[in-house]
């Protein structure tokens, strides 16, 4: 009894990692966007500190990608910090955090 008990369990528990990972599978597909770079803090003053923000426009909406601060997003900022603003093309993963979509960039390409 104690045997199909603790096999029951082991079973419920690998259901529940497959499922874990499947979730987080589909979360990091890699995504592109194109739309206009801008720094979030000296443009758009939404943002405490500097950080890169691409502005899309979706079914007739702005939607604001807020850039993670990682080395891609850092080596693209000086261009647009103080009111520039880049046409870029970014690659990476989204996630939604507190209402706001965070872009996790992998590549960003600047649009000529």
Same mark, same amino acid.
């Given at each position: 009894?104690?045997?199909?008990?603790? %096999?029951?369990?082991?079973?419920a528990?690998?259901a529940?990692?497959?499922?874990?990972?499947? @979730? #987080?599978?589909d979360?990091?597909?890699?995504? %592109?966007?194109?739309?206009?770079? @801008?720094?979030?803090?000296?443009?758009?003053?939404?943002?405490? +500190?500097c950080?890169?923000v691409?502005?899309v %426009?979706?079914?007739?909406k702005?939607?604001?990608?807020? #850039?993670?601060?990682?080395?891609?997003?850092?080596?693209?900022h000086?261009?647009v910090?103080?009111?520039?603003?880049?046409?870029?093309t970014v690659t990476? %993963?989204?996630?939604? =955090?507190?209402?706001?979509?965070? #872009? =996790?960039p992998? +590549?960003?390409?600047?649009?000529k």
């Amino acid at each position: 009894m104690k045997q199909l008990k603790l %096999t029951l369990a082991l079973l419920a528990s690998l259901a529940f990692a497959g499922t874990t990972m499947t @979730v #987080l599978a589909d979360d990091s597909k890699e995504t %592109t966007i194109t739309g206009s770079m @801008v720094c979030g803090k000296c443009s758009l003053h939404i943002t405490d +500190k500097c950080q890169n923000v691409v502005q899309v %426009t979706q079914d007739g909406k702005t939607v604001n990608y807020f #850039l993670k601060q990682n080395d891609v997003s850092k080596a693209e900022h000086e261009a647009v910090c103080h009111g520039d603003s880049e046409n870029v093309t970014v690659t990476g %993963t989204v996630a939604e =955090t507190d209402g706001k979509e965070i #872009l =996790t960039p992998t +590549k960003i390409v600047v649009n000529k």
